[in-house]
Every structure is written in structure tokens, then in C-alpha cells.
């Protein structure tokens, strides 16, 4: 079993994901997101993001999708996109493992090695 609010209490920065689980190839990625993130796209992986605590907003280059407590969001690959959060927002990810977080860029945000929590 895991313990979702456990598991969020140990991450103490956001836009740095954590594995918590795997399933046929694919990571359950817990992340804290404020403030924006970094525009990028996936060229092969689809993103999964659901909200468990809080809201963000997904944006894209041409409109925006309000994400609240509860819901979920499907980026297909190759969309350009950004999560911002105006106010911390916990989110659950659900990726292929070779998901790079930042994708098709590299930043100071970009996380090469991801921590099991």
C-alpha cells in the first residue's frame, strides 16, 4: 500500500519528480508544482497528470485547462506544454519510464536521475 499524503510530505521542492510505483513500463511519479513550468514536449510519451491536492492549470500554446482537485489531464505526445500553479499543487504522474521531465529541452529543471519514495 501506498500512502499518497505520506509520500508528498517527504518532497520539499516542486518540479522535482519522485517514482512511487511502476506498472508495465511506466512510472507513478508524485510531483509539487508552483509557479510555471518549463514550455517542452514528449516526441514518444504520453503524460498523464491528476491533481490530488490543490489546482493548476495546464497550458498550451494556443488555450488553457483549468485542473482541480480530482481531476486529470492527458498531454498527448508531441503537444508543446507547461503545468503552472499559482498555488502548490500536488500531483500524481503516470508516464513511460523513459519520460524525461522536461522532454525535448533541458533546463535547470531538467531531473536525469529520479528518487524512489
Do not use: C
Request: glycine fraction near 6%; charged fraction near 35%.
Amino acid at each position: 500500500m501506498i500512502n499518497l499524503k505520506q509520500k508528498f510530505d517527504r518532497i520539499d521542492r516542486p518540479y522535482v519528480p519522485h517514482i512511487v510505483g511502476e506498472l508495465n513500463g511506466q512510472f507513478v511519479k508524485l510531483v509539487k508544482i508552483l509557479g510555471p513550468f518549463d514550455w517542452h514536449h514528449h516526441e514518444d510519451e504520453d503524460e498523464l497528470f491528476l491533481a490530488i491536492r490543490g489546482r493548476f492549470r495546464m497550458e498550451y500554446r494556443d488555450r488553457a485547462e483549468d485542473v482541480n482537485e480530482g481531476e486529470m489531464v492527458i498531454v498527448p505526445r508531441g503537444v508543446e506544454h507547461r503545468p503552472v500553479a499559482d498555488e502548490e499543487a500536488h500531483v500524481l504522474l503516470f508516464e513511460p519510464k523513459s519520460t524525461l521531465n522536461t522532454g525535448n529541452v533541458r533546463t535547470e529543471k531538467t531531473v536525469d536521475r529520479l528518487e524512489r519514495i
